[in-house]
């Protein structure tokens, strides 16, 4: 099973960006979906971005599209999400997923192997 680990995460101020990266090892995601989610403190874990298999598809949640983007570089088995104009209710622990199909979906259930997730914190 593909390994994820991620990376990126960290305190930002309202207004700001980050880039958080996920690299792949113990197998190749390039013929996969890949996604992104969040767990907010005392919240279910949401989903937050998308991308097929060629990078040619992808969907973001209502709350973070126009803000958030997510591409991959299938050479180097990396994911990223650049986040820009970081709102406070954007703070979660942020999850790097593999989905089991080469589009995926929004559903958590449809995504086989998961990061442990990086730390993204924005102050106000």
Do not use: H
């Not at 559903?107 to 192997?113: E, L, N, V």
């Amino acid at each position: 099973q593909v390994q994820l680990v991620e990376s990126g995460g960290g305190l930002v101020q309202a207004g700001g960006s980050l880039k958080l990266a996920c690299a792949a090892s113990e197998g190749t995601v390039s013929n996969i979906a890949m996604g992104w989610f969040r767990q907010a403190p005392g919240k279910e874990r949401e989903f937050v971005a998308r991308i097929s298999w060629r990078g040619y598809a992808t969907t973001y949640a209502d709350t973070v599209k126009g803000r958030f983007t997510i591409s991959r570089d299938n050479a180097k088995n990396t994911v990223y999400l650049e986040m820009n104009s970081l709102k406070p209710e954007d703070t979660a622990v942020y999850y790097c997923a593999a989905a089991r199909t080469p589009f995926g979906s929004n559903w958590s259930s449809d995504f086989s192997s998961w990061g442990l997730g990086t730390q993204v914190t924005v102050s106000s």
